[in-house]
């Protein structure tokens, strides 16, 4: 296959221009090299839309009785140099800390989806402050946070024995919601309770009861 295509080079530098034959010399200097072929491919394509939308909704006045709607910040990083399996890992770790925390943990998670994660929260925040009228930086929890899958760039490896082989380089999306406020004692859902926990609650409740038109 090298062979083939080296051949193929030498007949087309002969019988083109110079302009032709410098893009296939690109083109072969990055056939069986680690990098995208093309990093601008598809350069339009700037990420998903609609989860910035969030920001500009309007709700209609509260009454002075009703509770105080928390108000909240929706951010995003688009296309982002990392597998969208890898960076699940980290957006799932800082659900349900509060901003302060969730930034100094992820400074000291050994991954490289942290920096861009703990880069995104701190974006937010200053989002927060500057366009939504939140008052304190600190007063402020991850509500939501997750990962997409973004483009995916296939590029040629080469084997021994002439043989070629495929390499997928991924993009994700990481999404990230912040809410004002203090996080939820409990962000998950408890698990089951286990036989014992079970029957020492039915013991509890038998040993409430009430006898009816007794002393």
């Not at 680690?34 to 609609?50: D, E, F, I, Y």
């Not at 969730?102 to 937010?124: H, R």
């Not at 590029?155 to 997928?168: D, L, P």
């Not at 999306?173 to 996080?183: I, K, N, Q, S, T």
Request: charged share 25%; glycine share 6%; with cysteine.
């Amino acid at each position: 296959m090298a062979n083939y295509l080296a051949n193929a080079f030498k007949r087309l530098s002969v019988s083109h221009n110079a302009a032709t034959v410098a893009t296939f010399r690109v083109l072969a200097a990055n056939l069986h090299t680690t990098t995208p072929l093309a990093k601008n491919w598809n350069g339009r394509n700037t990420g998903p839309q609609r989860w910035m939308q969030y920001n500009k909704v309007i709700y209609s006045p509260q009454a002075p009785e009703e509770e105080p709607r928390p108000a909240y910040v929706c951010h995003q990083k688009t296309n982002i140099k990392y597998s969208p399996k890898k960076m699940w890992y980290v957006a799932s770790f800082v659900r349900g800390m509060t901003v302060d925390e969730a930034v100094k943990q992820l400074s000291f998670v050994d991954k490289q989806g942290a920096s861009y994660v703990k880069e995104a929260i701190l974006e937010a925040v200053d989002m927060a402050v500057r366009k939504h009228n939140v008052e304190f930086r600190s007063n402020l929890w991850v509500a939501e946070s997750f990962c997409g899958k973004g483009r995916v760039f296939k590029g040629m490896r080469r084997h021994g024995r002439g043989r070629t082989g495929e390499v997928e380089y991924k993009h994700c999306h990481y999404f990230v919601r912040l809410e004002e406020g203090a996080p939820p004692p409990n962000y998950y859902q408890m698990p089951p309770k286990t036989g014992e926990q079970q029957l020492d609650d039915w013991v509890d409740s038998m040993r409430k009861r009430k006898v009816t038109s007794s002393l």
